[in-house]
């Protein structure tokens, strides 16, 4: 059972363009939204979170936005760079010890 | 301030082999959570330490175990390995377990098994 379903798998863009990667989730209990950012040979680095009070959060060129009832939350990314090509990973934290449920991730390439 | 850090960077096991993967946690973080990352998917948590006692597990089976130092470094066993435990083992530490607690992941084990 897929608890955090990712989509796209796969994602081009111009350069200067807006990437955007969506997520959904299930389980209303989850309280604690972030993305994290994964090069290869790397492991993943968190890029920016989200809690379920708050329906906008932007950090740079990131932005999340969240919709608590459609249960689904998206990263934006403004100004796309070569250098954002990476594989992008939403995730849920679940239960009381900060475990976390990745989806499947999104690859990211941005194109000059 | 130091990151996470792990090791080795790549091991090679055959089946049926035992293997001890290590993790250094960040400075000041006391908490570290195991994860398995098959080739193109995300990663799978194992479980997470705490005060040197496991403090939750996910789906794996018992032969996945580990350990947390006073120091608060860790390892991952695996025994009996099998060839889909083939994977990147990231490691990643927290301040803590409670709310709001990001973590921080170490860039991984490479672990291949033949």
């Given at each position: 059972?897929?608890?955090?379903?990712?989509?796209?798998?796969?994602?081009?863009?111009?350069k200067?363009?807006?990437?955007?990667?969506?997520?959904?989730?299930?389980?209303?209990?989850f309280?604690?939204?972030?993305?994290?950012?994964q090069?290869?040979?790397?492991g993943?680095?968190?890029?920016?979170?989200?809690?379920?009070?708050?329906?906008?959060?932007?950090?740079?060129?990131?932005?999340i936005?969240?919709?608590?009832?459609?249960?689904?939350?998206?990263?934006?990314?403004?100004?796309?760079?070569?250098?954002?090509?990476?594989?992008y990973?939403?995730?849920?934290?679940?239960?009381?010890?900060?475990?976390?449920?990745?989806?499947?991730?999104?690859r990211?390439?941005?194109?000059? | 301030?130091?990151?996470?850090?792990?090791?080795?960077?790549?091991?090679?096991?055959?089946?049926?082999?035992?293997?001890?993967?290590?993790?250094?946690?960040?400075?000041?973080?006391?908490t570290?959570?195991?994860?398995?990352?098959?080739?193109?998917?995300?990663?799978?948590?194992?479980?997470?330490?705490?005060?040197e006692?496991?403090?939750?597990?996910?789906?794996?089976?018992?032969?996945f175990?580990?350990?947390?130092?006073?120091?608060?470094?860790?390892?991952?066993?695996?025994?009996?390995?099998?060839?889909?435990?083939?994977?990147?083992?990231?490691?990643?530490?927290?301040?803590?377990?409670?709310?709001?607690?990001?973590?921080?992941?170490?860039?991984?084990?490479?672990?291949?098994?033949?």
């Amino acid at each position: 059972q897929q608890q955090v379903k990712q989509s796209p798998q796969s994602l081009i863009v111009q350069k200067g363009g807006i990437s955007i990667i969506n997520c959904a989730y299930e389980n209303t209990a989850f309280d604690y939204f972030p993305w994290y950012q994964q090069f290869p040979g790397k492991g993943p680095a968190l890029l920016i979170a989200i809690r379920p009070d708050v329906s906008e959060k932007k950090e740079g060129r990131f932005t999340i936005s969240f919709n608590k009832s459609a249960k689904q939350f998206s990263l934006h990314i403004m100004d796309s760079q070569p250098g954002d090509s990476a594989t992008y990973f939403c995730a849920v934290r679940s239960g009381g010890y900060n475990k976390l449920i990745f989806g499947a991730g999104t690859r990211l390439a941005v194109h000059p | 301030e130091t990151g996470v850090t792990q090791s080795p960077t790549h091991l090679i096991k055959t089946r049926g082999q035992q293997v001890t993967l290590r993790c250094s946690s960040q400075s000041g973080h006391n908490t570290v959570s195991w994860y398995q990352q098959a080739l193109g998917q995300g990663p799978q948590f194992i479980f997470q330490y705490y005060r040197e006692e496991e403090n939750g597990r996910g789906n794996f089976p018992p032969r996945f175990s580990g350990l947390q130092f006073p120091n608060y470094s860790s390892e991952l066993n695996v025994n009996a390995l099998e060839l889909d435990d083939s994977a990147l083992y990231l490691c990643a530490s927290s301040p803590g377990t409670g709310d709001n607690q990001p973590q921080h992941f170490g860039d991984g084990t490479r672990l291949s098994i033949l």
